[in-house]
């Protein structure tokens, strides 16, 4: 009989406690209203689920548990700092996973590229890459169809079109030397 009951109270609460909560989210209630008038916020296991509110005159309230989280901010503010202001090491495995990363991002963007100019026309795309450097150009080009490549080259200066025809000869851009170079030397200072 008295586990009977308790069983009934402790099942009593529940519902209660749930058809609160149930209130709450079906906005049957004012859950904010009641959090202020109630002050459910400085509750003990319920509090954790209610903000404090502001006040209407936009002072802030002083919150012992938000000058810790504020704290807490500002070290971990100083701790990313800190991390930043030390030099990063890679090692070459990195450094060459960070390098294929960065050519696949490179093909996708000069195979965009030369679709975009695929479909247009060759005298315009000629104007546009007219002002382009001649590394960018041949790498885009090395993605066109060479019938679409060809009615552009015809519309380019003669000068710019031997540069180029001389370039995609020789078969290494100047850019990508460049960085080959520039790969090698940090290397070396590892």
């Not at 490179?106 to 382009?132: C, F, G, Q």
């Not at 552009?152 to 020789?170: C, E, P, Q, R, W």
């Amino acid at each position: 009989m008295l586990l009977k009951r308790a069983g009934m109270g402790l099942l009593l609460v529940v519902l209660v406690i749930g058809g609160f909560f149930l209130g709450i989210y079906l906005q049957i209630l004012d859950g904010d209203e009641m959090n202020k008038k109630l002050g459910l916020y400085d509750m003990p296991i319920v509090g954790q689920y209610f903000v404090r509110p502001t006040p209407e005159d936009g002072s802030t309230v002083p919150d012992s548990a938000a000058e810790k989280a504020k704290q807490e901010q500002e070290k971990s503010k100083k701790a990313a700092d800190d991390k930043k202001s030390k030099p990063v090491k890679l090692t070459k495995e990195e450094i060459e996973k960070l390098t294929q990363q960065r050519q696949a991002e490179e093909k996708k963007r000069v195979s965009k590229l030369a679709r975009l100019y695929n479909e247009m026309k060759p005298e315009d795309a000629a104007k546009i890459m007219e002002n382009m450097e001649s590394d960018i150009v041949i790498a885009i080009f090395q993605r066109m169809d060479e019938s679409q490549v060809s009615q552009i080259m015809a519309n380019f200066d003669t000068g710019k079109a031997a540069s180029i025809s001389k370039l995609m000869y020789v078969g290494v851009p100047k850019r990508v030397q460049q960085v080959t170079v520039d790969n090698q030397a940090q290397q070396q200072m590892q």
